[in-house]
């Protein structure tokens, strides 16, 4: 049952065999396809490709119409119609070339007969470079060449090694990508000087090809295995004896070791000759881990290094500190009697450490007093403060211990630090030197550089605003050096204090500027949280920008303002920037006027969106005095000009001449007034002479017509008082002859101011129909502006304005000059003397009177 069980899996691998056999065989049994010469043949050689069809295995129903087709890959190379086809190829490439052949019958289909491959190759070129090696004492020899130019075909190396005693050994590889073979066997150091030949033949169907034979020795080809159980001791804990050991084999003569800080860096050789597996290291530093690596060789001029060992990884013991640490301190004062003394120093390096910082022993001593303060500090911390009276003389010493001792204490005098004017740098600047790099320059004081034993230039991150403790960023340069290059913490887009101390003996000065290393427009303006009116003036209080969109240093900020619902340019103002402002005030808004503001930043790249819009109303008193005050002043100044009299009546003889035609108002006809009627018989109760009644008594339903003479004379030059009317001398007629007295004798049953326009009537015209023209002598006098008739009749309104004096004449020889200016922009007829000839008699009734026809 066993037996049948076991049988089971035989049989079924025999039946896959067959199948697969039979399936081989029966991919051609409608034919075959032949290659000759060979299917191998050399580059540049014909070969020639032949189909035959097997009997019974054409066409079915039309043997004649059978048709055979050659394929080389899928492009027709020949055909033809018949049972047999042969065809020549030439000019095959390098590699494997596959040809088909196919049965067209007269459906169309083809049909697969069968197929062939050609290879084309060359010769194997010969094998160079033969070596050996034997990996270890106890290894087997590997035996490596270089076998030239690729065959593309199949082709076999043969390794062949012979030594002393006819001693032979041959290995072979069917592979013509062989460029190796492992013989298997050892070569022991009994006779290490003992010479072997190796040597490699390469085969093909094309032809052969031999190496040239490599000799050696034992010593030659055995490469030793690498160092092992490699470690290092330090003698008394010490780095100044230490000591690295391993593990190699028994014939190893030669050794190199090679040595690096374990965070990369150059490699230290050291080649050491009978080592014995040991080595002493001299100049290895304190408190520093090493990469440690070891290599053997069995002789000194023959065989091969062994490979590098694993890597040792070691931490030298510690020592006390050797450097000096740099120590820099600011003052700040609390109130009026103390201060606080902030202190800043930088870590040592791992060489200047030699070990690890457990802390910083910090000792702050009045110098005149005596008094001591001593503080251990943590070797996390980097600073310490005090608090310390403003008054005295301070001095610090700061020092680095670890477990074996201390640094030597760095002292410091503790002074004003920005005390000395005369020691204060010139001209100090900033620019950027890359994305993470500035450069400060300045110029040396002027009168104190002699002074200066050194510069300090210190820079910190500025963020206005957060009350976040930004680290302190310095660095030291000698006296004659007028620049510095500053990497440290230095970020783009970011804002830096940067201050230049110049340090003598007891003294300093300083001088600040801002800078960064890269900018650009800030990303938000400033946020207005709070508009107030403070008497008629607007405070505005802003948020300062985030440090993160800020981009650079701001240089300024700007407040815009417009009217609400406007389209007019907003009106701006700019403010310097200062780190601790956030509010400003601003002037020119209107009261009872509602505005909206906002605010922006700009930087050396550009300006900033604006920030929130923020809307302001103002009140109104707060700007009353600006509309009295200047009010009060034009009112004080007007009254004062106009109480100047020649100014006042340049003033009124002004509007007089630039009053327009049409706004002057007619005078009514005189002839028809009540009074002109009533008049006459004022004249005749008056008892005036005959001559005079006759004139005036008329009928008063047809009063008689006075008779006007035209007067033609010289424009009359500028009144003298145009407010005032002026009336002829007593004696005097309006035409310059003599009045008599009973003329002008006033009655008594007259008043002052009848009399007064009796007079007016009589300047204007004659006594009666009878009365005869008179020449004129002396200009007519002009009636003042005020006199105009009221709606009683035609009495003037301003009777009491009328003076109750006779007004003394002008000069003739004044009056005769043309002196009349008109300033009026509008045409005026009545500026023309009337043009009637001499004798020619006017009536009232033709006669217009207004304010326009005044001739001055």
């Given at each position: 049952?066993?037996?049948?069980?076991?049988?089971?899996?035989?049989?079924?691998?025999?039946?896959?065999?067959?199948?697969?056999?039979?399936?081989?065989?029966?991919?051609?049994?409608?034919?075959?396809?032949?290659?000759?010469?060979?299917?191998?043949?050399?580059?540049?050689?014909?070969?020639?490709?032949?189909?035959?069809?097997?009997?019974?295995?054409?066409?079915?129903?039309?043997p004649s119409s059978n048709k055979l087709i050659l394929y080389r890959f899928n492009r027709t190379i020949h055909s033809q119609h018949s049972h047999y086809l042969s065809s020549q190829v030439t000019g095959l490439p390098l590699g494997t070339t596959v040809f088909r052949c196919k049965l067209a019958c007269s459906s169309g289909d083809e049909i697969r007969i069968c197929g062939a491959e050609v290879s084309v190759g060359v010769v194997p070129e010969q094998p160079q470079n033969v070596s050996c090696i034997q990996k270890g004492?106890?290894?087997?020899?590997?035996?490596?060449?270089?076998?030239?130019?690729?065959?593309?075909?199949?082709?076999?190396?043969?390794?062949?090694?012979?030594?002393?005693?006819?001693?032979?050994?041959?290995?072979?590889?069917?592979?013509?990508?062989?460029?190796?073979?492992?013989?298997?066997?050892?070569?022991?150091?009994?006779?290490?000087?003992?010479?072997?030949?190796?040597?490699?033949?390469?085969?093909?169907?094309?032809?052969s090809s031999s190496s040239f034979p490599s000799t050696f020795t034992f010593l030659d080809i055995v490469k030793p295995l690498p160092p092992w159980d490699i470690g290092i001791t330090f003698l008394n804990d010490s780095?100044?004896?230490?000591?690295?050991?391993?593990?190699?084999?028994?014939?190893?003569?030669?050794?190199?070791?090679?040595?690096?800080?374990?965070?990369?860096?150059?490699?230290?050789?050291?080649?050491?000759?009978?080592?014995?597996?040991?080595?002493?290291?001299?100049?290895?530093k304190p408190y520093t881990e090493y990469e440690f690596q070891i290599s053997s060789k069995l002789h000194l001029?023959?065989?091969?290094?062994?490979?590098?060992?694993?890597?040792?990884?070691?931490?030298?013991?510690?020592?006390?500190?050797?450097?000096?640490?740099?120590?820099?301190?600011?003052?700040?004062?609390?109130?009026?009697?103390?201060?606080?003394?902030?202190?800043?120093?930088?870590?040592?390096?791992?060489?200047?450490?030699?070990?690890?910082?457990?802390?910083?022993?910090?000792?702050?001593?009045?110098?005149?007093?005596?008094?001591?303060?001593?503080?251990?500090?943590?070797?996390?911390?980097?600073?310490?403060?005090?608090?310390?009276?403003?008054?005295?003389?301070?001095?610090?010493?700061?020092?680095?211990?670890?477990?074996?001792?201390?640094s030597q204490p760095t002292h410091i005098n503790i002074m004003d630090l920005c005390g000395a004017r005369l020691l204060a740098p010139l001209q100090v600047s900033a620019h950027s030197e890359g994305i993470n790099n500035m450069m400060v320059t300045w110029e040396p004081p002027r009168s104190a550089a002699s002074a200066v034993k050194e510069y300090v230039v210190e820079w910190r991150e500025l963020y206005p605003g957060s009350g976040k403790k930004h680290p302190l960023n310095w660095l030291r340069t000698p006296s004659y050096s007028m620049s510095a290059l500053i990497s440290e913490n230095i970020k783009p887009y970011i804002c830096y204090e940067i201050s230049v101390y110049a340090l003598s003996a007891h003294q300093a000065g300083c001088s600040s500027v801002r800078g960064n290393s890269k900018d650009k427009a800030p990303l938000n303006g400033p946020s207005i949280n709070a508009i107030t009116e403070e008497k008629g003036r607007v405070l505005i209080s802003w948020n300062q920008i985030p440090a993160q969109e800020q981009m650079g240093c701001i240089l300024h900020y700007r407040i815009y303002w417009k009217e609400q619902d406007s389209?007019?340019?907003?009106?701006?103002?700019?403010?310097?920037?200062?780190?601790?402002?956030?509010?400003?005030?601003?002037?020119g808004l209107q009261p009872r006027v509602t505005y909206v503001l906002w605010m922006t930043a700009l930087t050396a790249a550009g300006e900033s969106p604006r920030g929130n819009e923020r809307e302001c109303y103002l009140q109104g008193k707060a700007s009353w005095n600006v509309v009295v005050a200047p009010s009060i002043c034009i009112a004080v100044i007007m009254v004062g000009i106009f109480s100047m009299r020649n100014f006042r009546q340049k003033v009124f003889f002004l509007l007089s001449?630039?009053?327009?035609?049409?706004?002057?108002?007619?005078?009514?006809?005189?002839?028809?007034s009540t009074w002109a009627k009533k008049y006459p018989l004022m004249e005749e109760k008056m008892q005036l002479p005959e001559d005079r009644l006759l004139t005036a008594r008329h009928t008063p339903e047809e009063p008689e017509t006075l008779v006007l003479n035209e007067v033609i004379h010289q424009v009359a030059p500028a009144f003298r008082r145009p407010h005032r009317c002026i009336w002829p001398e007593k004696g005097q007629g309006v035409q310059g002859h003599h009045i008599s007295e009973?003329?002008?004798?006033?009655?008594?049953?007259?008043?002052?101011?009848?009399?007064?326009?009796?007079?007016?009537?009589?300047?204007?015209?004659?006594?009666?129909?009878?009365?005869?023209?008179?020449?004129?002598?002396?200009?007519?006098?002009v009636l003042p502006v005020d006199y105009l008739p009221t709606h009683e009749g035609y009495l003037p309104s301003n009777i009491d304005y009328l003076p109750s004096q006779e007004a003394p004449g002008p000069n003739p020889l004044e009056e005769l000059e043309p002196q009349h200016i008109s300033l009026s922009v509008f045409p005026s007829s009545s500026l023309h003397p009337l043009s009637f000839s001499y004798g020619e008699k006017l009536t009232l009734d033709q006669l217009k009177m207004g304010c326009d026809s005044l001739v001055l």
């Open positions: 049952m066993a037996c049948t069980v076991r049988g089971c899996p035989l049989a079924f691998i025999f039946i896959i065999m067959w199948l697969l056999i039979k399936a081989k065989i029966d991919v051609c049994k409608r034919g075959n396809v032949t290659v000759t010469p060979s299917k191998e043949i050399s580059l540049g050689s014909a070969v020639n490709i032949s189909c035959y069809l097997k009997p019974q295995q054409g066409c079915s129903s039309y004492e106890h290894g087997t020899v590997v035996c490596t060449w270089d076998r030239g130019r690729d065959t593309h075909i199949s082709t076999d190396y043969t390794l062949q090694l012979s030594g002393p005693q006819n001693l032979s050994w041959q290995k072979q590889c069917k592979d013509h990508y062989c460029d190796h073979l492992d013989l298997g066997i050892n070569l022991t150091s009994e006779s290490p000087e003992s010479s072997y030949t190796a040597k490699v033949t390469a085969i093909n169907k094309l032809g780095v100044r004896r230490c000591t690295l050991h391993w593990k190699d084999e028994g014939l190893v003569l030669l050794n190199r070791l090679r040595y690096r800080f374990n965070n990369g860096g150059s490699w230290n050789m050291v080649n050491v000759t009978n080592a014995k597996g040991r080595h002493d290291l001299l100049d290895l001029y023959k065989g091969s290094w062994s490979d590098w060992s694993e890597s040792l990884k070691k931490q030298t013991p510690e020592e006390e500190p050797d450097g000096i640490l740099d120590v820099w301190y600011k003052k700040q004062h609390i109130d009026y009697n103390r201060q606080q003394i902030s202190l800043f120093w930088k870590d040592l390096s791992i060489a200047e450490a030699r070990g690890k910082i457990l802390h910083y022993k910090v000792t702050l001593q009045e110098v005149a007093g005596g008094k001591t303060r001593l503080k251990n500090i943590s070797a996390h911390s980097s600073s310490c403060a005090w608090i310390i009276p403003r008054t005295g003389s301070w001095a610090v010493t700061v020092s680095a211990a670890n477990s074996k001792g201390s389209d007019s340019q907003p009106r701006l103002c700019e403010i310097p920037y200062r780190v601790s402002q956030n509010s400003q005030l601003i002037n001449a630039l009053r327009p035609q049409w706004c002057s108002r007619e005078i009514p006809d005189p002839a028809n009973e003329d002008t004798a006033p009655p008594r049953a007259l008043t002052a101011e009848t009399r007064q326009l009796g007079d007016l009537y009589k300047v204007l015209g004659g006594k009666g129909p009878d009365s005869k023209p008179r020449n004129p002598v002396s200009p007519l006098t």
